[in-house]
């Protein structure tokens, strides 16, 4: 945690806890420099650029640029507009145009501030320690989960340490959100480091972010959070039947408020259809996930999540559960086009891929799709990705006397070699 090196003495930071240098409304008296920055961290939270915001509501960028600067407020005319565009209130929307920092101020500096007096913690400090789990959370795919669980631990430490001591209102519910969050990311990463051994962790982890959800009565938050505990019984603990139970109920959760994780959820509710043989089932929750993805605004609180591959990668999976080899190669080879090299899913991607292909009889392409597969987790010890590789490895045994076998089975050792 950085320490806060720009508040000379404690009446500086006393004043922007108590707002006695924030205008109300934008009416009272502003410090140069200053940023309304709880305004644009709820721009970047449900996906828009400046630009974009810009459009619609029918202003120049440089307007939106001077209203997250505090050098203007938005015209009376404007705020209903900008309200609906941020998903908010108009009170909501008030409460951050009045909420400026000076520019002596960092945002580090406030929430280490807020930690070391939590009874005067604000809704600037929290927006903080959510703008820093988010962005652990988009390093999750390209980065080893074990270089991340550690500040992802204190991030989350730190949401559960304030809400104890913040008082009832937005502050709480902000808190209640940041946890949410915070717990998710957790049960994800302490799966992948255990290489998705330790179930009962994540599970827990996951209660708690579907629990603090509920009390924010954040419904994105809640469905991510379900979401996430069905990986667990789809790819860990092999519950299908588990599985069609929690995205079912994932998908319902987000129906009104995320087309993103109602068709992640449909999508996953699918593959767990596949594993018990239930080609028409399958099918159906293909096709609504389709339908979810073809609606997505970018104002969705989960627009983050969203992947063009999804829907190829998952459909790929379905139909290798299905035994359709054929037509797993098809999806799962649109996947890997549209899908960024050197991320986990790409070698969740890569595995089924040499699965699809060893099903096929096509060893060579198999064998080639492996190694490209370890190439990407080496980089980002990707557990779906080992999994899946291991899994083609097995189904490899009865070619092992061929030295390009050999080579990936070195490969797969090394991996394991601490």
Known sequence: MAQNRCIPIAMNALSWIDGSVMGGGGNGRRVPGSRRYRLAQRRKA????????AEVLGVDRSTVVRWERAETDPQPWHRPHL????????????DLLADTCPPSVTLDGRLDYALRQPGRVDLVAVAHLRERVRHLDERYDQTPST????????????????????????VQRELASAIAEAATLMGQLVWDATQRHDHAAS???????????????????????????????????????AAVALTTQAAAVSRRDSRVLAGLAQLHRAEAHAMLGQVRECAEALGAAENHFTAVSPQDPASALYCPSHHARLAGSCWLSLNKPTEAIKALEEAHQLVAARRKSTAVILGNL??????????????????LSIDVIERTRAGGGLTLAFAAARQLRPWSDQPSVQDVNDRLLTLMTP
């Open 46 to 53: 449900i996906g828009l650029s400046q630009e974009r915001l």
């Open 83 to 94: 309200a609906t565009a941020l998903n908010v209130s108009v009170e909501e929307l008030s």
């Open 147 to 170: 270089l991340l669980l550690a500040e992802a631990a204190q991030l989350h430490g730190q949401a559960v340490f304030l809400r104890q001591y913040a008082g009832a209102g937005s």
């Open 203 to 241: 599970a827990a982890y996951f209660d708690q972010a579907i629990k603090a959800a509920r009390e924010a009565r954040d419904t994105a938050a809640e469905a991510n959070a379900i979401l996430r505990k069905s990986y667990l019984a789809l790819y860990g603990t092999r519950q299908p039947t």
């Open 354 to 371: 040499a699965l699809a292909n060893i099903r096929h009889g096509d060893l060579d392409t198999a064998v080639s799709h492996l190694h």
